[in-house]
């Protein structure tokens, strides 16, 4: 079945650095789409990717598409401790529905102030 | 709007008893996802539901595990003669349509231990 990968799986850097993660899937996705979740929280939609090759920015937080619709990546721009959390991918490929979501493991962003 | 409302939040349960979860989807909504979150991992579709229809269940265990979402009242997720291994965050998420370009609305979630 479809499979997405995501890394690193954890990742911690000083306040004011910048932030990646990366996302693969095994089939090509219809669309993908980000969400954040604080601990102990619940995942909060952060944007959804739909056309090959998108990028799309959300203040620091740029979001791309790639060409073959079959990866994507989150970078945040100088990290600030609001920052903390985890960063699902989630993709799509199937006919029933954006949200039969198929996730990535997740990134755990920390940060040192 | 009070969004994606799930109870409980925290639910411990003795191995082999039943586990019912709630959800009710944010007004308007008609269409809820439920997913099962292990600690340190990604979240996993479990089943998709309209009214008083299941659409999805491909990712529910075959045994012990059922969800129902009654024409009246909140989607329902049943789990019988739980074992340590249901000890999981559920989370459920609704929409108001199932068309591919439809952000999903997660709930605060339900933790479940089983001891």
């Known amino acids: 079945g479809q499979q997405v990968m995501q890394i690193p799986q954890y990742q911690h850097v000083q306040e004011g650095e910048d932030f990646t993660t990366y996302c693969n899937s095994s089939?090509?996705?219809?669309?993908i789409q980000w969400y954040k979740q604080r601990p102990g929280g619940h995942p909060v939609f952060l944007i959804q990717l739909v056309k090959s090759g998108e990028v799309k920015k959300q203040k620091r937080l740029t979001f791309q598409f790639g060409e073959a619709k079959k990866n994507s990546s989150l970078h945040i721009t100088a990290t600030q401790t609001t920052d903390v959390g985890t960063y699902f991918c989630?993709?799509?490929?199937?006919?029933?529905?954006?949200?039969?979501?198929?996730f990535g493991q997740g990134t755990r962003l920390t940060i040192n102030p | 709007n009070a969004g994606v409302m799930q109870n409980p939040r925290h639910l411990v349960r003795r191995r082999g008893q039943e586990a019912r979860l709630r959800c009710s989807p944010m007004k308007g909504h008609s269409h809820v996802y439920w997913y099962r979150q292990l600690p340190e991992e990604g979240l996993k579709f479990m089943v998709y539901l309209q009214k008083e229809n299941i659409i999805d269940e491909s990712g529910m265990p075959k045994e012990r595990f059922s969800a129902e979402f009654p024409k009246e009242g909140p989607s329902i997720l049943r789990i019988q003669q739980v074992v340590r291994g249901d000890s999981a965050a559920y989370f459920c998420a609704s929409s108001p349509q199932g068309g591919r370009r439809t952000e999903a609305f997660f709930g605060q979630g339900t933790r479940l231990t089983v001891v």
């Open positions: 089939t090509t996705l219809s669309n």
């Open positions: 989630a993709g799509s490929s199937g006919s029933q529905g954006a949200q039969k979501l198929v």
